[in-house]
Every structure is written in structure tokens, then in C-alpha cells.
């Protein structure tokens, strides 16, 4: 056997009749585009929201520091010290929960720090930003 197509003789000329004929144009449907065309073959989602689900459980998180009675001791004076000095220029690190799972982020913020909020226990930047007391984990002024 070869590897030549074999065709049976009564199939040789099967199309002849239609080969040249022109190609059919509907006059009750708009022609389709190719990008509509090409999505009927385009793969689906079956499980609708399964790709955002497995991202968001990929997404990684911290935990929450803990520091120790000396490194409160440390926090606490420089807190002192910023209180003192204010408005200020200070970055100041802080642990910014996640509102979706269980821990969240480390995030440096460096401004000038303006004032203390006492009823809401948070430092003010000059530009607004808030940053709750008890989620400071670092602070280093700039005086």
C-alpha cells in the first residue's frame, strides 16, 4: 500500500457541479464578522468564577507581626518622639489586614505626618492618609 489518497472512481468528480458556482450571500442575515466567527470556536469558562476562586486562593498573605515587650518599649518612644515633633516627616511601617483572608500586607508609607487622632487612635498624613496605631510596626523620623 502507498501513502496516495485513493478515492473511488464514482467520488472523483462528486463536486464538479457546485465548484464554480458563486458563494451564497443571505438577504435575511447580517454577514457575520470573522472575530464572531472565530469565537464560536473559542474555548468557555464551565465553571464560572473557578479561574478568580483558584487566583484568590493562590494569593499570598503575611501574618500579623508580633513584637515583643522591647520592641513595643522601642515603638512606643519613637511614637513619643513623633508626637513631639509634629508635623514631621516619618516612614513608618504598618500591617494593612486583608480584607478577604486571613492576614494581609507589610506596606512602608513615608509622609509628613501631621497630627494624632484621638478619638479614631490614628496618624494623620498631611495628604489624609490614616493609619491605625495599633497596626504601626516601625517608625523612623526624619528630623
Same mark, same amino acid.
Not at 487566583?55 to 515583643?68: H, Q
Not at 519613637?78 to 515633633?85: A, P, R, S, W
Not at 509634629?86 to 492576614?103: L, N
Not at 490614616?130 to 523620623?141: H, T
Given at each position: 500500500?502507498?501513502?496516495?489518497?485513493?478515492?473511488?472512481?464514482?467520488? !472523483?468528480?462528486? +463536486?464538479? /457541479?457546485?465548484?464554480? &458556482?458563486?458563494?451564497?450571500?443571505?438577504?435575511? @442575515?447580517?454577514?457575520? =464578522?470573522? +472575530?464572531? @466567527? %472565530?469565537?464560536?470556536? =473559542?474555548?468557555? %469558562?464551565?465553571?464560572?468564577?473557578?479561574?478568580?476562586?483558584?487566583?484568590?486562593? %493562590?494569593?499570598?498573605? !503575611?501574618?500579623?507581626?508580633?513584637? /515583643?515587650?522591647?520592641?513595643?518599649? %522601642?515603638?512606643?518612644?519613637?511614637?513619643? !518622639? &513623633?508626637?513631639?515633633?509634629?508635623?514631621?516627616?516619618?516612614?513608618?511601617?504598618? #500591617?494593612?489586614?486583608?480584607?478577604?483572608?486571613?492576614?494581609?500586607?507589610?506596606?512602608?508609607? @513615608?509622609?509628613?505626618?501631621?497630627?494624632?487622632?484621638?478619638?479614631?487612635?490614628?496618624?494623620? #498624613?498631611?495628604?489624609?492618609?490614616?493609619?491605625?496605631?495599633?497596626?504601626?510596626?516601625?517608625? !523612623?523620623?526624619? &528630623?
Amino acid at each position: 500500500m502507498t501513502d496516495d489518497v485513493f478515492f473511488l472512481p464514482e467520488d !472523483e468528480h462528486r +463536486y464538479d /457541479d457546485i465548484i464554480g &458556482l458563486p458563494h451564497h450571500v443571505s438577504e435575511d @442575515r447580517p454577514h457575520m =464578522s470573522n +472575530y464572531d @466567527r %472565530a469565537a464560536q470556536f =473559542s474555548p468557555f %469558562a464551565a465553571l464560572t468564577g473557578y479561574d478568580s476562586s483558584v487566583n484568590e486562593a %493562590a494569593r499570598l498573605t !503575611e501574618k500579623r507581626p508580633v513584637l /515583643d515587650d522591647e520592641k513595643k518599649a %522601642a515603638l512606643d518612644s519613637k511614637i513619643n !518622639e &513623633l508626637m513631639d515633633n509634629m508635623p514631621c516627616e516619618a516612614e513608618i511601617v504598618c #500591617f494593612v489586614p486583608d480584607t478577604r483572608k486571613s492576614g494581609g500586607t507589610l506596606v512602608t508609607l @513615608r509622609g509628613v505626618v501631621r497630627t494624632f487622632d484621638e478619638y479614631e487612635k490614628k496618624l494623620v #498624613f498631611s495628604d489624609e492618609r490614616r493609619i491605625p496605631a495599633n497596626d504601626i510596626i516601625d517608625i !523612623e523620623l526624619f &528630623l
